[in-house]
């Protein structure tokens, strides 16, 4: 799946009521790996969708980290990784 342009509603965990804003929130909020993650989302290592995890953080965490420091404006749109 292209994450970089999946809807925030986008489900990651159906049990936990997870969806793709939620981990990316968690991401925004200093998360930076799946174990992290599964803990700001109170999700753990046997449910459902956390195998996705490794595929969201590889898209979104750099675009986080990137807007952190400075290296994103935050102005285009569509964003797949700041390609430039």
Do not use: H
């Not at 925030?8 to 909020?29: F, G, H, S, W, Y």
């Not at 979104?60 to 102005?75: D, H, K, Q, T, W």
Request: aromatic letters at 4%; glycine letters at 12%; a negative charge.
């Amino acid at each position: 799946m292209d994450w970089s342009q999946a809807a925030a509603n986008t489900p990651i965990c159906e049990a936990k009521n997870v969806a793709l804003r939620d981990v990316v929130q968690a991401i925004i909020d200093g998360a930076s790996d799946e174990q992290s993650i599964m803990e700001a989302l109170q999700i753990d290592s046997s449910d459902s969708g956390v195998d996705l995890l490794p595929e969201i953080i590889e898209v979104f965490l750099p675009i986080v980290e990137a807007y952190r420091n400075g290296g994103c404006s935050g102005g285009c749109s569509g964003c797949a990784g700041c390609g430039g």
